[in-house]
């Protein structure tokens, strides 16, 4: 064993569990770190409580006045609290958060201290932001970015510093981040949502996108992680040979939670707990050393930055643990990889999920309008919402042999399909009461039975309905979910609108009852949106066929998957229900490329100083042994060693072999980066990543792990998959 390795090996073994002492109960633990509305009822004045909750709501604005007596509140129990800095939050389109942290102090003219933080410095902040992407917007505007409050999600204090959600926007009103077109796309569904559900009770004024995200990750000991390059660098292994056992004897899943890891998980969801994050439920998964956190569900942006809170806390708790975690979608060739399941559903502010049928036909009505209407927008826009969630490492995943394919499709079950098929049947125009009584009592009103029984789960479904709520299964275990959502809530928000222009034409026009011409509408969607639904194997070779046939995008790749972003329909969508403006979402596609490119660059690096410095020495270093005992038997035994040195004759040679391909390989692959290189059009250079230097990377990775499997164990550089994927 390298030395290197050996070090790794013997610090891992000494890990002990750290004990966390838990003071105090989860629930009375629950948001102590957070500034919600119980401490804002002790630290804000009526006229400002009141402001806050309007803007919550509403989205009204803030009067300055009044962000001067929060801010003062805020710092008063952010500093009662231990906190030293305050800093805005935000989401550039890197995919990570960012944070510049102030000090609250301050030195007036006359040079006393004191502790500043005003309304001013909480709506607005500027940070040096020209080395965030901005996929050319400010490039074209010559635009500085800044930062500005989002009282939607409430500030929070981390170790101590004052967290503030904000938006980060140029001067000249583009976004740059993700979270300002989530918030337009939650605005727009909340609008075209909520009249739709005035259909069906008069009394709802708001509703609310929920998103509950189960985050998939992997942990590995810490010094292990060190001892290798790939997976500092690019979050994944980019060589290893599989171990002799992986995930099939299927003992990890749901298995016992091993005691170092259990202990980080308390100690996470303590964490969590503090800063309100309703974690709920950890389990193992299926691969070794893969675990999965879910919380209960909650408002989609809210929920959105509590994922990215969450995945930033666990950076620093797995440290403590002496664990990295690793969020890449896939870190270990032959296991599974890691995702992040995205539930959605509609809520109304009378406490109604819209995505749930209720006790009466026209509860179950609403909830079949927002239902079909879901699967339309997705029939509508699935290769937008595909797009949505393309990076280079979600490929791995999508258009790879795993869960889920990169061909959108809905799955609903057999008995809700069979009610959508009778639905079909229903007459063109006025119904007669003989057909209403049939519909109303044996098929809408069915509904709420079969759901409860709604058993047939399929697991290879990108986009399932299960019971109350759609889940998206192809999100990325790194994936900002904010991606995803937006997408999501404007194609449903847009979808929602036409069918409200729809229905009312024919109330006014054609003088139709409000279900008949509800059910009209929604017959005619059904017959429409058909190609998307599929309930069968989502694996299989015959639904990439079908779907073919059914003209349904499968674009298995990034450069491919992300050129529908700026189709005249994309541009026309995301403008339409002012989401996006086409500068936004070209300047969105730009970055999505350019971290494409650069993501398979540096794999590209990572393979090169693998194979040159690592994989090719120890291969020559044991080949030099074996060379020394052939000669040695052919210094004894003359001619006749031939024979005896047969064995490691032969590893010579196949050494020699791998050597001769692997060196080839890695320098055509260079020169095929060098080519890309100076490409200065993003499109042609992800395509040439992706179809010139990418496709080296399979054929490199696998002379390297045929070495692993010849070369000593004693000489080889790096932790393998055996030492790296069971942690005890
Ligand atoms: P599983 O899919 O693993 O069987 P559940 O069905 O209990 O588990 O829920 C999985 C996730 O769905 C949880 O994170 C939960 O918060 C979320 N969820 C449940 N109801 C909703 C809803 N109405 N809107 C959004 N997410 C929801
Ligand atoms: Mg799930």
């Keep these: 064993m390298s030395n290197l390795r050996f070090q790794a090996i013997l610090d891992s073994q000494k890990r002990e569990r750290i004990h966390i002492e838990e003071k105090g109960r989860r629930s009375e633990l629950f948001g102590v770190n957070v500034f919600n509305e119980q401490r804002m009822l002790q630290y804000l004045t009526k006229d400002a409580l009141e402001s806050v909750k309007g803007a919550i709501i509403s989205g009204s604005k803030i009067d300055r006045k009044i962000a001067d007596q929060i801010s003062e509140a805020m710092k008063g129990w952010a500093i009662s609290m231990g906190a030293t800095h305050y800093t805005h939050w935000f989401q550039p389109l890197t995919g990570a958060t960012a944070e510049k942290h102030d000090a609250f102090f301050d030195l007036m003219p006359d040079g006393k201290a004191l502790e500043k933080f005003g309304g001013g410095q909480l709506v607005q902040q500027e940070p040096d932001a020209s080395s965030f992407p901005s996929g050319g917007i400010r490039n074209t505007f010559e635009a500085r970015g800044y930062t500005a409050w989002d009282p939607t999600s409430p500030a929070f204090i981390y170790g101590t510093t004052l967290c503030i959600p904000t938006i980060f926007v140029a001067y000249t009103g583009e976004a740059l981040d993700n979270k300002a077109p989530l918030l337009r796309a939650l605005a727009a569904v909340d609008e075209a949502a909520t009249a739709v559900a005035k259909y069906f009770d008069k009394n709802v004024s708001k509703v609310n996108a929920t998103l509950g995200w189960e985050q998939e990750y992997f942990l590995i000991d810490k010094a292990l992680a060190y001892s290798r390059p790939d997976i500092i660098l690019t979050g994944r292994t980019l060589i290893g040979n599989a171990a002799a056992k992986g995930q099939q004897l299927d003992d990890h899943y749901f298995g016992v939670i091993p005691g170092r890891v259990l202990s980080f998980m308390s100690d996470l969801e303590k964490e969590c707990t503090r800063l309100g994050i309703p974690v709920k439920t950890r389990h193992n998964e299926v691969a070794p050393n893969q675990f999965e956190l879910a919380p209960v569900f909650e408002e989609a942006n809210l929920a959105v930055d509590h994922n990215l809170l969450l995945m930033d806390v666990m950076e620093k708790v797995s440290d403590r643990h002496h664990f990295k975690v690793l969020f890449h979608e896939k870190p ?228 491919e998957a992300l050129q529908i972003m700026t189709s005249k329909e994309s541009l026309a969508l995301f403008k339409s229900m002012n989401v996006m403006s086409e500068v936004e979402v070209a300047a969105r596609k730009e970055v999505e490329l350019e971290t494409y490119i650069l993501n398979i660059q540096i794999e590209g690096r990572v393979f090169t100083e693998l194979v040159y410095n690592f994989i090719i020495p120890a291969s020559i270093a044991y080949q030099n042994e074996l060379t020394k005992n052939v000669m040695g038997l052919k210094d004894i035994y003359g001619a006749a060693h031939k024979k005896l040195a047969d064995g490691p004759l032969n590893i010579i040679e196949k050494i020699a072999e791998h050597l001769f391909e692997l060196k080839k390989k890695t320098d055509a692959m260079v020169d095929a980066r060098k080519k890309a290189n100076v490409m200065t059009d993003s499109n042609k250079k992800a395509v040439a990543y992706n179809e010139h230097v990418r496709p080296y990377f399979e054929e490199i990775r696998f002379h390297c792990d045929h070495l692993e499997r010849l070369v000593d164990d004693r000489l080889w550089p790096l932790a393998k998959y055996r030492e790296l994927l069971f942690i005890k």
């Design 332 to 559: 270990f060739a032959g296991i599974n990889g890691s995702g992040k399941h995205n539930n959605w559903s509609l809520a109304t502010d009378t406490g109604v999920n819209l995505l749930s049928p209720g006790s009466t036909p026209m509860k179950n009505l609403q909830f079949l309008t927002f239902f079909i209407n879901t699967i339309k927008a997705v029939d509508t826009y699935e290769e937008l919402l595909r797009s949505s969630i393309a990076s280079a490492s979600n490929d791995h995943r999508l258009g790879a042999n795993e869960a889920p394919p990169a061909i959108m499709s809905i799955f609903i079950g057999t008995q809700l399909s069979r009610v959508l098929d009778e639905l079909e049947g229903v007459s063109q125009g006025k119904l007669s009461p003989e057909e209403k009584t049939e519909l109303k009592l044996n098929v809408v009103g069915k509904i709420p039975e079969i759901l409860l029984d709604n058993t047939d789960r399929n697991r290879t479904s990108p986009f399932a309905f299960t019971g109350n709520k759609f889940e998206m299964r192809g999100v990325g275990s790194k994936t900002n979910c904010a991606k995803p959502m937006t997408v999501l809530n404007t194609i449903v928000a847009k979808q929602l609108r036409a069918f409200k222009k729809e229905v009312d034409l024919l109330i006014d026009k054609k003088g139709l009852k409000k279900d008949e011409a509800v059910f009209n509408v929604l017959r005619e969607y059904i017959k429409t949106s058909k190609r998307i639904r599929f309930d069968g194997d989502g694996y299989s070779g015959d639904w990439e066929k079908e779907a073919k046939k059914r003209k349904l995008s499968n674009n298995k790749t990034t450069p």
